[in-house]
């Protein structure tokens, strides 16, 4: 049986879909940096089971299967991060100076960050959210969306693993093997991978002028996102190994976020400070 929605039905959804992403990333308030790593995660898993619940009447197998990915996203995210911080004494280090500056930032700015942390996740889902909402029958974009998604999640969590490898050998050495000889932030890129799977299941659905805007604005947010976590990492890289002759030769021979592509440094954009 067809299942439709007027437009307080979709309202009422999407609220309950911003309040369980909120939920999830109130994590944040034990420690603000919480907010955007492993609160992201969690918010993802939560809203890939918010949507399963509230859908699950009309859905097939390839829309379990975007929750699902959406789910297990997240857990893997937020786990990774969390073993990260608790084990690696190295990344200890890098965040005990904003840990520190944590402790005076007003409870305003954190509230402020946890709102739009909220409202960021729920756009950058939004497309399997509206995709569901029109009730729409699963076709061919919808399994090439899940396919990159898939795709992006392997390669980060990849990238993950070879980089822990890698410090795990030597942690004083930037890491150019495995992944990393064809891009630097491998890991990034298998981010931007998931988010345009997510982006691409919704594109032959999208009803009206404020649903394209939410899906390509979600899309756009995470581009920029992950651009000026790359900017970040190469201000912070170049700090701890310019001086070394071999990561000079690798930074300027290999592209820092998509590969093929000679675009070797982002940290003169200013733009992408966040």
Not at 83 to 89: M, V
Request: proline letters at 4%; charged letters at 15%.
């Amino acid at each position: 049986m067809t299942k439709y929605y007027n437009k307080g039905d979709m309202d009422l959804s999407y609220w309950i879909l911003l309040v369980v992403s909120m939920l999830a990333c109130s994590i944040g308030f034990l420690k603000y940096l919480w907010f955007i790593s492993v609160g992201y995660g969690l918010s993802i898993s939560a809203i890939g089971v918010a949507l399963a619940i509230g859908f699950h009447d009309i859905m097939g197998l390839p829309e379990w299967l975007s929750c699902v990915v959406l789910f297990l996203y997240g857990l893997r995210l937020s786990g990774y991060l969390l073993i990260r911080e608790i084990k690696s004494a190295g990344y200890r280090k890098v965040l005990n100076p904003e840990l520190e500056r944590s402790k005076h930032i007003p409870f305003f700015v954190k509230l402020a960050l946890w709102i739009s942390c909220g409202l960021l996740y729920t756009l950058m889902t939004i497309p399997v959210y509206f995709r569901l909402l029109n009730n729409a029958p699963a076709d061919t974009m919808l399994w090439v969306g899940i396919v990159v998604t898939v795709l992006g999640l392997t390669l980060e969590t990849t990238a993950d693993l070879q980089k822990t490898a890698a410090k795990k050998k030597n942690s004083h050495r930037f890491v150019d093997t495995g992944l990393y000889r064809f891009v630097r932030c491998p890991n990034y890129l298998g981010e931007l991978l998931i988010w345009l799977g997510v982006f691409l299941s919704g594109t032959t659905v999208l009803q009206g002028v404020w649903q394209w805007i939410l899906s390509i604005l979600g899309l756009l947010l995470i581009v920029w996102i992950m651009f000026s976590g790359a900017r970040r990492l190469e201000i912070r890289q170049d700090r701890n190994y310019g001086k070394d002759p071999e990561y000079q030769k690798y930074v300027t021979t290999v592209p820092i976020l998509i590969p093929f592509i000679p675009l070797y440094s982002v940290k003169k954009h200013k733009f992408l400070v966040a």
